[in-house]
């Protein structure tokens, strides 16, 4: 092979690399673009069907990450919609994280799926009225899986018809509170995954800005005077090593 060929193939292999860069940060900054909430109400309620699957697919994904042993073959385990905030909690608890109360993320998740369903369901747009920032759409959607989704009477059959109004500002602050548990869940997976192999006695505080959740006994909260970061003791339920000791030997973190 000469020089000249080498470095051919060289420039091949850079090209090909670049490329495969660009195309990597296209779909990020795609990505990114979701949480940034569009003016015209018919793209923001999309957005907000996108922000819904993405929580959910990136919930499921703990699945691989904690080696809960996923099928490699179909069927493969499907997304939760009904839980998303349960499996959140259970995951901190897998992974020895503390969290200030039992129904944390369960409000927001709550408010999503409810504006989710109501889009998935929808037959079709009844009315768009307003201007942004005080647009609102009218829809009409099956109302499926409930009592009065069908009747009949002498001989007719009647499918019946829900109509429900979403507000750009409820589906603006939808998106807000799926953004803020999206970014809880890359928090689980920091402390609780990439950070694991940290010492209890080692402080957080060059990482805070990735803590969204707060505990009463770790003192002030952020703005407040006196406020200092957690130490990665004061985040897990048990000492590190307590539970690593628990752990599977081929799943304890390596140092």
Known sequence: MSTADDAARERNLSTELDE??????????????????????ERLLWQVCGAWETVIEQVRFFHY??????PTEPPFPHPDGENVAR???RIARKINLRLPNNTIWTDEC?????????????????????TTPDQSVTLLRVPYREPDEMSTSNGWARHN???????????????T????VHDCVFALRKFGVEFATWPDSRSTESVFGLMLWWIDDWGPKPGEAGCAAPTMRQLRIVPKAEFDASLPEGMRPEF
């Not at 509170?177 to 803020?180: A, E, F, K, P, T």
Request: proline fraction near 4%; aromatic fraction near 4%; hydrophobic fraction near 40%.
């Open 110 to 130: 709550k408010r999503a799926k409810e504006m989710r369903d109501n889009l998935g369901h929808m037959l079709h747009f009844k009315s768009i009225d307003g």
């Open 177 to 180: 509170g799926l953004q803020y």
């Open 20 to 41: 495969v860069r660009k195309t990597i940060e296209a779909n990020q900054r795609a990505a990114d673009r979701l949480w940034v909430p569009s003016p015209v109400i």
């Open 161 to 175: 018809r829900v109509a429900v109004t979403i507000t750009e500002q409820d589906a603006r602050e939808v998106l």
């Open 87 to 89: 499996d959140m909690r």
């Open 65 to 70: 990450a904690m080696h809960e042993n996923p």
